[in-house]
């Protein structure tokens, strides 16, 4: 059967509309569901204002930078205007700022359902685990569902309108941007709240982690909500179109706009969509009430459901059998990644246990012991990585042998490994809310005064939301290794797209068809390129340290200066407001330096080296960022486990030196696994898609 | 005017003998200083006895693993013994043996002076700054002038014996072979002992660092010699020889091995050595008495005779002033990587004094912003490697450009580059190996009971060993990023070599002319490379984390066990040998597995994916294992020093909150520069060189 990729994106679009009216209908399900508690409602008022307020701050900085962005971008991109590019350029402009709009939407409703559902599933939890898992679930879902609607529906528009899949990379660019500066201010924020209100509440203090007397405890829920729900909301959306980007450069180059391969990647979106879809449709907890196993197996079902609806597609539709293959790979490898990561973070296996059983000498020892784990950790990922990039290339590659574009072919399937991989995004996203949502919602049954069980239940979906993460973590930092390979390849279809334009390609000299490592120049970029991800993760958890002394010193006044405070006299308040505002405005201040330097990087580095200093540049932030990425979740996700290991008894558990130096442990882990760590996925992103848009303007303007 | 390479062989070999001269002159100075303190030289003799014991029992473990490279090398490498390369694998396998040798005799000789050096400048100490400065410098200065002597004497014979530059390859490979372990097993052993011995002592019971009641404390001192001294040296001796083998592969492949360039090999690095020898027989301490002015003076006192004489020999034997432009950019470019890494560990500027004062809110502060900035460390390091490449590189270049051979030319000149960052390396070994032995003298001066005056005078040496250690790191790290550069080019030039031995070159398919990033089984080796450094480093870790806890457990029994030991009556003592024992133990069992990894994971990534695969292997190894080195040794010597500062009186001072974070902070550090950092250099050389070994293996045989 044939239909025309007009047709395929037609039903992209409906099947994207279907995506929004369920977030529309779980949203609705979710804010009908009963609630009754003032005291819930007063304080989930407090958080949703406080979440509120920090975003429209922040979208006001990040107004102003885009603004400032797509200026350049009119102006210069892809090539200088005044070379007549002039409607190019406008549709560069646009594209990149309906990216920005879309991201930032994504961000704004998951904080708008992510601030009810933690209220309604307070509530719920007094009914029992059920209602409770599924108020936090469906809630999530709703962030899900939105963000790969909108995602899949703006890369099609785009791609419709303006027919031209450069044009996606500049949507793309939007997206990265506004996720760059999003996460770090989000990752900031949450992380300032979450180790202050730690550190004086459960350490100096001993009191309880929701402790209502603690003053950045509000705060530290607000955090939740900016920091892991609209942050990661921009992030993986982000990641998705750069996904969907990079595939359809690829595909474009090779058949056009309207051929074959353009249809098979909206073919496998809209499925993939689709599969999340039905995943979250069916996602029920079972008779055993456990929460993880419902997750697991709703991720297992999306992922089954698309192998299999692919398949079909591309039996009816004729597609290319190979790169069903590569996109299956991405997807057995996302899987077996997940699997071993999990070995390094589950508080059931040995890293976790020796990391715990070291702490019994001293914090040197937790710190010492987790992060060598870490560091071992990241080598399956990497090998998964590696052998998944290297099949999906062997796969591909003869559908080319003809036509002497085996490496193109080779590159499309990479990308559409990265497809696969990312083909259940809808359901990590929904896993993902789903685990903030649970955690405001402990906080609320414990301000609100629900009582031991509530709190109880509460916990143990709070666990379960921890666990699946390890899973849904190799699924997204596999998929963005593998997507920032095929960027790479993006970037370089770009080059060569460039110099035929600037009829370079005759001059011989600057056509640039690899990008050879013992090439001085290349070279020069790769060992400049590792450097990259080390600073942007370093600035950021510098900001965290800043800022969090910063709100410990406020915690410590309000203590000290406030009278009946420390008692829990009734009726006296801390200023919850203060560390609200300090954690806002610290955010903001540093989430513009660290980002901006990765993109400066870059444009310095392509002027001193033009597109080869690139290649190279590209790969060594690959390079380092995978291993520092890998390295930092799983240290932090390590540190937080061993820590709740010892909580749970072990090794004298709670307030024992052993718990002690594992909260240390934890304390470090927190702005590693949740500010930096994941951070760096988009840092990489962006600066791949800033070297694909500039690609012209570094062929023409280098040094060497 | 002219000279034959022979006669510049024969200069160089000359030039060795001064040096070995120079050394044994001043062995016999150091030995003839006086000494009287029974107690010194009892407690001196147990250093020696545990050191030897060790180096012992490590060179028994490592002669069995010789002997088994060295007969896999002659069956198998450079070519299977069966296609006829009989004389050829003869040659490889002894120089293998012969470099093994060399780097253990170093690592003996080494001891040999440290461990009489140190009681002498204890005694020396009682006279003044300025004596007991002499006997530490010149003790080191022995270690200097010994390795650098050999090893520029072990490269000219092997290759006027056997006319083939590959044969310095294997040379090489058996010295690094060696190194690789000795520093991993020196490494554990320094680290087990320092932490445990830190851990009881000044953490628990809160005695000073030397107090001869802790059972660990000889152990301790033992373990300055056995890692700081042997496994440095070791770590020299293998970096030396590797850039003058890389340097030479490079220059035979250029007009063969009677040729100019190798003639410039030899006379620039006679000339190192020279300029070495006037620099340590003209260090003094000035009449200000400061010892670190003393120690960086003559390093620059070096740097200038270097650069002097080279021009001097380039004018008058007509060498190419391109060549000397790249050594020169070595050169400068080192010192300046030297400064900026002294700006993040030195305690008077600002990284230190940020670090301890985040230790106010504890320990979680100390490592989260002491590992920030050594990320960012990072930064201008990786600029200065990246930059100095590209220069020399582009220098060099021109003088192919006529035969076509300016790729050649230019990786010749890197070679160099890293040559010229190398060429003070006798300097670097002398103020490297001071560090230990005034550390040992202070311990000494504290169990003899030599009073607070002495001690002081050991303190301050000791301090300006760690001032200097920033300065020469900087050359030592930076040098050995150019030296695995070039040997990355060395591997080319070795897969060539043996496609037209082969002659495979005429089929084409498989004759390699680049390592393109793009080609996925080159980007399948980068991305699998880059985990090889990380699990590699933790493995060290782990180790000494184990070997530690074992150690604390043994301490505290001695405690607890031993009547009257806590309360240091007298004639109590503990069982220091134990405590030997259990280092000594622990660190043989842990020295292997981490080497193995390495080396086989090469073999295993060669089979797997060829040629292409290890190009790609090894940049992965150089991006992940640079970005390693420098963040573990800056963060350690951060940690280190922010400790130094808080115990100065800053913040609290001793005994402090804020000190006992610092203290956390240290003992992390203490692995991550000591036992793991300063490692990853030698196991990227000792890839690099397996690589280059088994070219022709993997050209013929691999999967992909």
């Not at 690959?622 to 291993?627: E, R």
């Not at 840092?683 to 898609?689: A, F, K, M, P, Y």
């Given at each position: 059967?044939?239909l025309?990729v007009?047709a395929i994106q037609?039903i992209a679009?409906?099947i ?244 074959n391969?353009v249809k098979m990647v909206f073919a496998y979106a809209a499925i993939g ?36 609806l692919t398949?079909?597609s591309t039996?009816v539709f004729?597609f ?385």
């Amino acid at each position: 059967m044939q239909l025309s990729v007009q047709a395929i994106q037609v039903i992209a679009i409906l099947i994207s509309a279907l995506a929004l009216g369920v977030a529309a209908w779980l949203y609705t399900w979710v804010k009908s569901q009963p609630s009754s508690n003032a005291r819930i409602a007063e304080i989930g008022e407090y958080i949703r204002q406080g979440a509120n307020t920090f975003l429209r701050r922040e979208y006001l900085v990040l107004a102003r930078f885009t603004a400032v962005a797509a200026a350049l971008i009119l102006i210069f991109l892809p090539r200088p205007i005044w070379t007549g590019s002039f409607s190019e350029n406008i549709w560069m402009a646009v594209s990149y700022i309906v990216g920005t709009a879309f991201s930032a939407l994504a961000g704004k409703i998951g904080i708008q359902i992510a601030t009810i559902a933690n209220m309604k599933s307070a509530e719920a939890a007094q009914k029992g685990i059920k209602p409770a898992f599924m108020v936090g679930f469906r809630g999530g879902a709703v962030m899900g569902m939105a963000v790969v609607g909108t995602s899949l529906l703006g890369v099609t528009l785009v791609l419709m309108l303006t027919g031209d899949a450069s044009a996606v990379l500049g949507f793309s660019f939007g997206a990265s941007s506004l996720a760059l500066f999003a996460k770090a201010g989000g990752g900031i924020f949450t992380k300032t709240a979450d180790i202050s209100a730690d550190l004086v509440g459960k350490v100096e203090m001993g009191i309880d982690e929701d402790d209502p007397r603690n003053p950045a405890v509000i705060a530290d829920n607000v955090g939740d909500n900016v920091g892991d729900v609209a942050g990661m909301g921009a992030d993986l959306f982000d990641s998705n179109v750069a996904s969907m980007a990079a595939a359809l450069v690829m595909a474009t180059s090779l058949g056009g706009v309207y051929g074959n391969n353009v249809k098979m990647v909206f073919a496998y979106a809209a499925i993939g969509l689709l599969s999340s879809i039905i995943g979250v449709a069916t996602a029920r907890i079972g008779k055993s009430g456990d929460p993880s196993k419902a997750l697991n197996s709703s991720t297992y079902v999306t992922t089954a459901i698309f192998a299999v609806l692919t398949a079909l597609s591309t039996y009816v539709f004729g597609f290319e059998w190979r790169i069903w293959g590569a996109t299956a790979v991405g997807l057995i490898v996302g899987t077996i990644i997940g699997i071993t990561s999990d070995y390094f973070t589950n508080d059931a296996k040995p890293p976790v246990h020796q990391v715990a059983s070291a702490s019994k000498n001293g914090p040197a020892f937790t710190i010492l012991s987790g992060f060598s784990y870490a560091l071992l950790s990241a080598l399956p990922s990497l090998i998964g990585i590696a052998l998944s990039a290297l099949l999906a290339f062997n796969i591909c590659a003869p559908l080319g042998a003809e036509s002497g574009l085996a490496a193109e072919y080779g590159m499309f399937g990479v990308s559409m490994a990265a497809l696969g991989m990312l083909s259940i995004v809808g359901m990590i996203i929904s896993n993902d809310a789903y685990g903030p949502i649970v955690d405001n919602s402990r906080g609320l049954a414990e301000m609100g005064g629900l009582g031991e069980e509530v709190i109880a239940i509460s916990d143990e979906l709070d666990s379960a939301g921890n666990t699946v993460k390890a899973v849904t973590k190799g699924f997204s930092i596999s998929a963005a290794g593998l997507t920032v390979i095929s960027l790479l390849g993006a970037f370089m279809s770009e080059v060569n797209e460039a110099a035929r334009t600037l009829g370079l390609a005759s001059e011989g000299a600057r056509f640039i068809d690899n990008f050879d490592i013992m090439n001085p120049t290349v070279f020069f970029g790769l060992i400049v390129g590792v450097a990259i991800p080390a600073v942007f993760s370093a600035m950021l958890m510098l900001g965290v340290d800043k800022n969090a002394q910063r709100m410990v010193a406020e915690i410590h006044r309000q203590f000290d200066t406030i009278p009946g405070l420390k008692e829990g006299k009734e009726g006296v308040k801390p200023d919850y407001d203060k560390c609200i505002d300090i954690a806002t405005t610290g955010s903001i201040r540093e989430l513009l330096p660290a980002g901006a330097f990765a993109i400066l990087s870059t444009i310095v580095v392509g002027f001193i080296g033009g597109a080869e200093a690139i290649g190279g540049f590209l790969t060594g932030n690959i390079a380092s960022g995978l291993l520092l990425a890998l390295l930092m979740s799983n240290a932090g996700g390590l540190w937080d486990n061993a820590k709740k290991f010892v909580e749970a008894g072990n090794h004298g558990g709670k307030g024992s030196a052993t718990h002690k130096a594992a909260v240390v442990g934890d304390t470090v882990g927190d702005p590693f696994k949740d500010t930096a760590g994941p951070s760096i996925n988009t840092q990489i992103t962006v600066v791949s898609l800033v070297s694909s848009i500039l690609a012209t303007i570094f062929l023409q303007f280098s040094i060497f």
